[in-house]
């Protein structure tokens, strides 16, 4: 019986220093993780991998798991399991949603398979046409298709929560693939603004389209970028050695392009001129405002509604961590930065900010810098605040003819962005 005891007492100790020193060695892999896109691999004390995601930033994704406070978040359900963490860093979120696909695909987590829904798992797709098309499907419509393989001739994904518009917005750009009926012998809008090639009126053969489209579009799809940008660079300088120059010039942008793809949160940005407003339909709008009590108690507030009014679940409250003495403009770049480092959250349609000239440039400023084109309302209180003057930064004019249509709502997220904040902000003096 002792000696039985004394055993048992051994596994506990030998158990506990297992824990101990897989604690020490995340702790350690935590401060190495860099503050860029990617993708992240957690693995079970088995060596098994059990969970791919992406990132923004790695940084601050892959530590939110283990601060201890528990959200609503499936992943934080296994975080226990994990006893090892690797990282692919990526030049971007597009490439790190790719990297995420190939990986899950290949590996099939136990996690990511069990979390699965079909719904927001979706693939990118290659026709076998004369000249392929390029378009996406959710994996429920894929099951549903006999002859996915005679149709397709490449399927990439799956992409989990993939916004397809956007990121076949940015691939089209990139890559300069054909969206009309190719041989109708009238230029399409693309072709006219010089980002088609001329599928559609048959200045490019099929032969060279797959060789300057789609061949590009398989290797980046499949990874393999660097492969080829060397490609295009060869490719590049052969066409100068042959004087033309108009090729030349659109393989360099081609890799710039490459070089510099748009990041955060293009994909998840929702682009205007793919929703249509003709019944005035109410679209997805984040409003913020900043609350202080003098240079004390700084805090900034974010509401949300849709298409239903009110999402109170999407609510989120910051603690203003960089700012000193009293500045709301400060406030508010310091808000809107930190909520553009969260990729996972739904971008919005409207931004909508409870202040007047200098807080709209701010939100912009900040929108810009991280290469999003979205609106910006400001609402300006008047000096009885029973008057409110609206600051409207787009360019789009089907924007402005909506958000001037819809002052009443904007006043009252902006209303419930200010409410939101006062709330926190007294909460906080409560506590002390």
């Known amino acids: 019986m002792e000696r039985a005891q004394c055993l048992h007492g051994r596994r506990v100790e030998i158990k506990s220093n297992f824990g101990k020193m897989i604690m020490e060695k995340i702790i350690s892999q935590l401060k190495k993780l860099p503050d860029t896109p990617g993708v992240y691999l957690f693995f079970d004390a088995q060596k098994n991998l059990i969970y791919v995601g992406k990132a923004t ?4 994704r892959v530590r939110s798991y283990f601060r201890g406070a528990r959200t609503s978040r499936p992943i934080e359900q296994m975080i226990h399991l994990v006893a090892d963490i690797k990282h692919k860093p990526t030049d971007s979120v597009l490439e790190a949603m790719i990297l995420e696909g190939r990986l899950i695909k290949k590996s099939r987590p136990k996690y990511n398979i069990d979390w699965r829904d079909d719904k927001s798992w979706n693939y990118i797709v290659i026709t076998k046409e004369k000249y392929p098309h390029i378009s996406t499907f959710r994996e429920h419509e894929l099951k549903q298709l006999s002859d996915v393989d005679k149709k397709f001739q490449y399927v990439f994904g799956p992409y989990p929560g993939l916004n397809t518009a956007a990121t076949l917005k ?19 809008l693309y072709r006219q603004m010089g980002e088609c090639l001329g599928a559609c009126t048959g200045e490019i053969s099929a032969k060279d389209y797959r060789q300057k489209v789609i061949k590009p579009l398989v290797l980046f799809l499949s990874g393999k970028k660097k492969s080829l940008l060397r490609g295009l660079g060869v490719a590049m300088v052969q066409a100068s050695k042959l004087k033309n120059y108009e090729e030349a010039s659109r393989l360099r942008d081609q890799i710039k392009s490459l070089q510099r793809i748009q990041d955060i949160a293009m994909l998840n940005a929702s682009m205007v001129s793919e929703k249509n407003y003709a019944n005035e339909s109410v679209v997805r709008i984040e409003g913020y405002d900043i609350s202080n009590l003098g240079t004390q108690d700084k805090v900034g507030s974010m509401v949300v509604f849709d298409e239903s009014g009110p999402v109170k679940s999407h609510y989120r409250k910051f603690n203003i961590k960089t700012v000193s003495g009293q500045s709301d403009v400060d406030c508010l770049a310091e808000v809107l930065a930190r909520r553009l480092r969260h990729s996972e959250w739904p971008m919005p349609d409207v931004f909508l900010i409870d202040g007047g000239l200098p807080q709209a440039h701010t939100a912009m400023k900040i929108l810009h810098a991280h290469q999003i084109d979205l609106p910006v309302v400001g609402i300006a209180k008047g000096p009885t605040r029973r008057q409110n003057t609206f600051i409207v930064q787009t360019k789009n004019i089907t924007w402005k003819n909506w958000i001037y249509g819809h002052q009443k709502l904007l006043i009252q997220v902006r209303d419930e962005a200010h409410r939101f904040a006062i709330a926190f902000n007294r909460s906080k003096r409560k506590l002390f």
Do not use: E, M, V, Y
């Open 57 to 60: 930033s790695l940084h601050d």
């Open 170 to 188: 940015i691939l089209r750009k990139i890559f300069r693939f054909s969206t009309c009926k190719a041989g109708q012998n009238r230029p399409c």
